[in-house]
């Protein structure tokens, strides 16, 4: 499976890509929305976008927003990962098209469980 990590910082990029990898995801990162947008348009659709709200040219709720206008990025899931906790902003980026929505800072394990709640981790074999 393949994932596009978009945040401006790139600590917190590459700490979603160890957390993704490790569960076996194939990462692409993107700086902001607009960056985003082209990753996807060069590259194809991906599984899963997790997507920073606070960045600059292009932010997160804008960044849904243009994927869920564009059919053929129908298919793709998309997780907020964001620092912004308040009700209202949740509520703002699941009725753009967020499918789930992660608070910072946060574990790996809560990233596999919101991942299990929308179906992308895989099933590991039985012993």
């Known amino acids: 499976m393949r994932a596009l990590v978009v945040d401006d910082s ?3 990029r590459r700490i979603v890509s160890n957390v993704l990898e490790g ?8 700086e902001h929305g607009q960056q ?3 990753v996807l348009a060069q590259d194809g659709a991906v599984d899963l976008v997790t997507v920073d709200w606070n960045m600059p040219v292009m932010d997160g709720l804008e960044l849904v927003t243009h994927v869920r206008k564009n059919r053929d990025w129908r298919s793709v899931t998309l997780m907020m990962v964001t620092t912004e906790a308040e009700q209202s902003q949740i509520v703002r980026a699941l009725a753009a098209g967020a499918h789930e929505y992660l608070i910072k800072p946060f574990t790996a394990e809560e990233i596999r469980a919101k991942l299990d709640l ?3 981790v895989p099933v590991e074999e039985p012993a």
């Open 10 to 12: 790139r600590t917190m």
């Open 23 to 30: 569960l076996g995801f194939e990462t692409t990162h993107a």
């Open 36 to 38: 985003a947008l082209d």
């Open 118 to 120: 929308l179906g992308l």
